[in-house]
């Protein structure tokens, strides 16, 4: 299972990586969530300009099998919302680089410091 060391991530298995402004953020759904799920083929998100508490839905992905509800890593507004997920399978194939699915402005970047460590996360998993 791939868990990248420059993200922090949920136990809803959510990812976070922090940018260099330090203040906005890139979400999307581990590589054990997009396994987890299957075959992706439609990803919903709430509009840009939309303010998610932490823990909050912001969207939804459905796969042939289940939807599930994304929730927000910490608490801030919905800046970007990735325009390739036009081709939702693009979450199965590179959950971590092209098939982000939000960017968001954070309300407080030292939340990002609760969430979940590389090391924490694979435990969560059981890797």
Same mark, same amino acid.
């Given at each position: ?21 330090? @203040?906005? $953020? /890139?979400?999307?759904?581990? #590589? ?5 799920? +299957?075959? !992706? *083929?439609? =990803? ?16 939804? @992905?459905? $796969? /042939?099998?289940?939807?599930? #509800? ?5 608490? +801030?507004? !919905? *800046?970007? =919302? ?19 699915? /939000?960017?968001?402005?954070? #309300? ?20």
């Amino acid at each position: 299972m791939n868990i990248p060391d420059n993200l922090r991530y949920t136990k809803d298995h959510e990812w976070l990586q922090l940018l260099d402004d330090g @203040v906005t $953020a /890139v979400v999307g759904i581990t #590589d054990f969530a997009q396994s987890e799920l +299957g075959d !992706i *083929v439609f =990803v919903e998100t709430k509009p840009v300009g939309t303010k998610v508490a932490a823990h909050g839905a912001f969207g939804t @992905v459905e $796969a /042939v099998k289940t939807v599930a #509800d994304l929730f927000a890593p910490v608490a +801030g507004e !919905i *800046v970007e =919302v990735n325009g390739a997920l036009d081709d939702a399978a693009i979450v199965n194939s590179d959950p971590y680089n092209e098939g982000w699915i /939000v960017k968001m402005k954070l #309300d407080n970047a030292a939340e990002v410091e609760s969430l979940l460590s590389p090391a924490d996360y694979s435990a969560l998993i059981g890797e």
